[in-house]
């Protein structure tokens, strides 16, 4: 028997073979690209975002509403939260998540009336988009 799972490593060594190495390289191609992609989506909206450049990554200001956190699963800590950018996630799904951030943002921040939060010491001041960073 054994305390380890056997599973795991034939499935791992299934999905190697069948995609092999270009099927892999797609994936991730997809995935970086889809990543830019939202972080453009953000700052173009106005919402401070960071993306490495080699990363899935995107990192922005934290969501002021936690039943919005939990629909969309998002993993924050202070002022900011992440999306890994996964094979499975379309663009279909980041401009649905970035529309809702959108309409939500503008009853958080009432238009204009409050300011958005600072991220500058997370993410950078190139990166926020803050009244003081603009």
């Given at each position: 028997?054994?305390?380890?799972?056997?599973?795991?490593?034939?499935?791992?060594?299934?999905?190697?073979?069948?995609k092999g190495y270009r099927g892999f390289q797609k994936e991730v191609q997809k995935c970086l690209r889809n990543a830019h992609y939202l972080r453009g989506r953000l700052t173009g909206s106005g919402i401070g975002s960071m993306l490495n450049e080699l990363s899935s990554t995107v990192v922005f200001e934290r969501p002021q509403d936690e039943e919005f956190t939990r629909k969309w699963q998002l993993a924050c800590q202070g002022n900011i939260a992440h999306v890994v950018v996964m094979p499975n996630?379309?663009?279909?799904?980041?401009?649905?998540?970035?529309?809702?951030?959108?309409?939500k943002r503008a009853v958080w921040y009432q238009n204009g009336k409050v300011k958005s939060p600072c991220v500058a010491s997370e993410i950078g001041e190139a990166n926020c988009l803050c009244v003081l960073h603009k």
């Open positions: 028997m054994g305390s380890r799972n056997s599973h795991a490593p034939l499935f791992l060594w299934y999905t190697l073979n069948r996630i379309t663009i279909e799904k980041l401009d649905a998540f970035v529309n809702e951030l959108i309409e």
